[in-house]
């Protein structure tokens, strides 16, 4: 059993730039959610896909959006960088709910 | 809206003696909790939960943590620290129902001394 992967491990934008994060789910989990962690503080809530729907979302603008594709993996995508976007991201599989969260290492953004 | 306290940024311990990780929180109805922890440059991994039913709740490498619904409380605690248990330690909750997101503490940074 694999578990929460993503991609890349570190990444650098500049200002005004698109970023496009990706994350695979643990096996079986239908649930993903993104968080951003920022130097110093606990992970803050982005959104919830919940079989391939967004099933909840934090207090980002909407600029941050994102997909669950059929097999639950899925992609964070950021336009317009700015420099308090500079994170580290995670994503997190679950079963439901419920369920506890499963983390993956996450992506150190950096936006210039 | 809920939330998390952490009171404690940094907790210092001598190897071999207990532990505690301090975490209240607020929350409409009952809570879900959970206890993560974080290792330099990796992600956050489950440590355990409190969902219902005994309020003490074991959890993974010996930790557990005691749910005090009075108090609004839930402690992470081990009876005995490793220096390998160093890491930053962090609290979440959200409501038994209702969709809301998981919300997390700040973070305490846990200090084992050899």
């Known amino acids: 059993e694999t578990g929460v992967t993503q991609s890349p491990t570190h990444l650098i934008k500049t200002r005004g730039q698109q970023v496009t994060l990706r994350c695979s789910s643990q096996?079986?989990?239908?649930?993903v959610s993104w968080y951003q962690q920022a130097l110093g503080q606990g992970p803050q809530f982005i959104f919830q896909y919940y079989r391939e729907e967004e099933n909840g979302r934090g207090n980002f603008p909407p600029r941050f959006s994102g997909l669950q594709f059929p097999n639950y993996s899925s992609e964070l995508n950021v336009n317009a960088l700015e420099l308090d976007d500079s994170a580290l991201y995670l994503c997190?599989?679950?079963?439901?709910?419920?369920?506890?969260?499963?983390f993956g290492p996450g992506t150190r953004l950096t936006v210039t | 809206a809920q939330s998390v306290a952490q009171p404690e940024d940094q907790v210092n311990v001598a190897e071999g003696n207990p532990l505690t990780v301090k975490c209240t929180y607020s929350v409409s109805g009952n809570p879900y909790l959970f206890w993560y922890v974080q290792y330099p440059n990796r992600g956050l991994q489950f440590l355990l939960k409190y969902i219902t039913g005994d309020n003490l709740v074991k959890g993974s490498y010996g930790f557990e943590a005691e749910f005090n619904k009075s108090q609004t409380s839930f402690h992470l605690k081990k009876p005995s620290a490793l220096v390998s248990d160093s890491a930053l330690y962090f609290c979440?909750?959200?409501?038994?129902?209702?969709?809301?997101?998981?919300?997390f503490g700040k973070g305490t940074r846990l200090s084992v001394i050899a």
């Open positions: 096996s079986g989990h239908n649930t």
């Open positions: 997190a599989s679950s079963l439901g709910r419920e369920h506890e969260q499963y």
């Open positions: 979440a909750v959200r409501p038994y129902s209702g969709n809301t997101p998981l919300v």
